[in-house]
């Protein structure tokens, strides 16, 4: 595969850097310690900016000041309707800087610079304005009476929330973690990944210019083991929000345990099957396997990468894939041709390719890809291995990369047993026209999300999350709110 740089001066088109510090308090200060750490370019593996790096004594100064935003400040104090207000605002100016911002996660995630500046950074604006709709429409209810008492509940803000995000979408993470938050009336510290700072930096700055308080939203980037545990095991702490890897997340839910109790709400990784049935149309299903495997270059944690095909059909999806996954085009994220960018970081791209490896040595059938495309950079091309077995490491592990395990099914009994054959339970898909077949298969499955004949339609209305080893907690849709928000009983005589 060639590497697709037609527009060899994209590799100049580096934004400058206006937001390199950590954002307390409403201010963009210095970490204590003075350090600071490097953010790299996924094109070509340099250096884009130095980034303040918040640590432990970083995390207790934002949370300070969040906790004073939430006992004293006036985001809790506000009426829906006027928290509404801002948090328009704020999607306001989103949206009118989303060149910038999609340029920012295009040189720091490799994200392809089109989609961000039309779908994913107007959408995450959206997720925005969702939950402001929502802000005023958050309340208790009356209870029965019993005999001699009356009861009614309220709905009150949690108090100082933790977010904790990672690299392979940092403008929705963004948003999909602060906006339920914001509308619920609470303050919080978000540390972004360490891979990806850029945008939620910028986001900071909006939202001061939208008007919301100091204090209330705090963006503090830094490394997981520093600033996120410092979030995950403190006191003051009422909740942490966190996306990201299985190993992280037990990590964060013993530090919670091990501290105030906090509630804790986890979104992390995925396996997902897509099955497709005889019935299916074989150009399109193939279609929708890559695009479900290949949006942001695999690095997506509902990624279609274990496509059960049922055996009517298995060849000719099997060399419709291999065919398009041949035309995919590879390479510079700024050029409007290219459909599949850098990997994140060089961390990511060497996992990949020892993921790769290991499916050959497990014999596995490579069909097409295996290689980095390019000598400079961190891509990768388009992988589907046939011939897997489902306890090899590649149809086993998340390897959150362009890499897909076909697989061969007889009957609907056995597709729903190979696909809940998993430790995940984040989303699947269905390819039928056969509605009994779609039905008996959605509610058979053990994932959060399912789509029929349709693949990462995510909508800020939509309830987000996973069953077993995927996390609990749902992101998006009113489910969300409710983890930012308190229940209180209140009893009084008649
Ligand atoms: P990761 O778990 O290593 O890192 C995620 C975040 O956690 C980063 O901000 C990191 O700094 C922080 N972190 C690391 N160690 C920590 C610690 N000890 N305490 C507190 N915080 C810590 O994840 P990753 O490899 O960067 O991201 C990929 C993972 O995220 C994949 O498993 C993917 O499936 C998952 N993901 C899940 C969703 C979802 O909604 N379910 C969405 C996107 C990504």
């Known amino acids: 595969t060639e590497l697709n740089s037609s527009n060899n001066t994209s590799l100049l088109k580096i934004p400058t850097i206006k937001y390199n510090k950590l954002f307390i308090n409403g201010d963009f200060v210095d970490s204590i310690s003075g350090t600071t750490f490097e953010t790299i370019d996924p094109r070509a593996g340099e250096v884009i900016a130095r980034i303040s790096e918040g640590a432990k004594e970083d995390i207790d100064i934002a949370v300070k000041a969040a906790r004073e935003a939430f006992d004293s400040g006036p985001w809790p104090r506000m009426s829906g309707v006027e928290r509404a207000k801002i948090m328009m605002k704020f999607a306001e100016l989103v949206d009118e800087n989303t060149e910038e911002l999609a340029a920012l996660d295009a040189i720091d995630a490799g994200k392809l610079y089109y989609i961000a500046k039309v779908i994913e950074i107007p959408s995450a604006a959206n997720t925005l304005r969702y939950y402001a709709g929502a802000a005023d429409k958050i309340h208790g209810e009356v209870l029965k009476s019993s005999g001699q008492f009356h009861a009614y509940t ?112 986890l979104e992390l990784g995925g396996k997902s099957p897509l099955i497709i049935f005889d019935d299916a149309d074989v150009d399109k299903a193939a279609e929708l396997a890559l695009f479900g495997l290949l949006t942001n270059k695999g690095e997506v944690c509902v990624a279609s990468s274990r496509v059960f095909v049922q055996e009517g ?68 091309e388009p992988t589907i291995f046939s011939d897997v077995k489902e306890d090899m490491l590649i149809a086993k592990d998340e390897i959150f990369g362009p890499v897909m395990a076909l697989m061969k099914f007889k009957t609907i009994e056995e597709a729903i047993k190979s696909a809940n054959n998993t430790r995940y339970g984040l989303a699947a898909g269905i390819v039928t026209k056969n509605l009994d077949i779609a039905n008996t298969v959605s509610r058979s499955i053990r994932a959060g999300v399912i789509w029929i004949n349709s693949y990462l339609a995510l909508g800020s209305d939509i309830p987000f999350g996973g069953y077993k080893m995927s996390g609990f907690g749902r992101d998006l849709g009113l489910e969300a709110l ?13």
């Open 154 to 265: 309220l709905m009150e803000p949690i108090g100082v929330v933790g977010h904790i995000i990672p690299w392979n979408a940092p403008s929705s993470l963004f948003f999909t973690k602060v906006s339920p938050a914001l509308a619920a009336g609470c303050t919080m510290v978000l540390k972004p990944a360490e891979q990806t700072p850029l945008s939620a930096l910028f986001y900071a700055h909006l939202a001061k210019l939208a008007g919301i308080p100091n204090g209330v939203l705090n963006v503090v980037p830094g490394f997981g083991p520093t600033a996120g545990a410092a979030i995950s095991s403190h006191m003051d702490i009422d909740v942490v929000s966190f996306t990201g890897s299985v190993e992280v997340g037990r990590e964060i839910m013993q530090a919670a345990a091990k501290s105030n109790l906090k509630h804790v709400s």
């Open 313 to 380: 059909i298995y060849d000719q999806v099997e060399k419709k894939l291999v065919e398009k996954a041949k035309a995919w085009i590879v390479g510079d994220p700024f050029d409007p041709k290219t459909q599949q960018g850098p990997q994140a970081d060089r961390n990511q791209f060497e996992k990949i390719i020892s993921y790769i490896e290991h499916g050959k040595k497990e014999g596995a059938t490579l069909l097409t890809g295996g290689k980095a495309v390019g000598s400079h950079g961190y891509y990768i």
């Open 482 to 494: 409710h983890k930012y928000l308190q229940v209180k009983s209140v009893v009084t005589p008649i």
